[in-house]
């Protein structure tokens, strides 16, 4: 965790690394990435690293975004979505 009590250095630098992983596969400027590479996230995969639970949520989202479209005929979703805050927010970032 980022604020992790017995090294937060460690954590921060955790965090950084999910940052720059998540702007990497994003496509955003290398200045955003914390340095991330192909091979930085081959290196820390070999060891087992957790990116977090990114793909559970994104899938979990779809999932709900497959349901909404089934519901309204689109996938329009507002922003403020009344029934899912998440789900609007989700897809209009």
Same mark, same amino acid.
């Given at each position: 965790?980022?604020?992790?009590?017995?090294?937060?250095?460690?954590?921060? &630098?955790?965090?950084? =690394?999910?940052?720059?992983?998540?702007? *990497?596969?994003?496509? !955003?400027?290398?200045?955003?990435? /914390? @340095?991330?590479?192909?091979?930085?996230?081959?290196?820390?995969?070999?060891?087992?690293?957790? &990116?977090?639970?990114? =793909?559970?949520?994104?899938?979990?989202? *779809?999932?709900?975004? !497959?349901?909404?479209?089934?519901? /309204? @005929?689109?996938?329009?979703?507002?922003?403020?979505?009344?029934?899912?805050?998440?789900?609007?927010?989700?897809?209009?970032?």
């Amino acid at each position: 965790p980022k604020r992790y009590a017995d090294n937060p250095q460690l954590g921060s &630098w955790v965090s950084n =690394q999910r940052s720059g992983y998540k702007n *990497f596969k994003a496509g !955003k400027k290398q200045s955003m990435c /914390y @340095g991330m590479s192909e091979d930085r996230i081959q290196q820390l995969e070999s060891i087992g690293f957790n &990116w977090g639970n990114t =793909q559970q949520t994104w899938e979990a989202m *779809f999932e709900k975004l !497959k349901q909404y479209k089934v519901e /309204y @005929g689109d996938t329009n979703v507002p922003r403020k979505y009344a029934d899912n805050h998440q789900l609007g927010s989700w897809v209009n970032n």
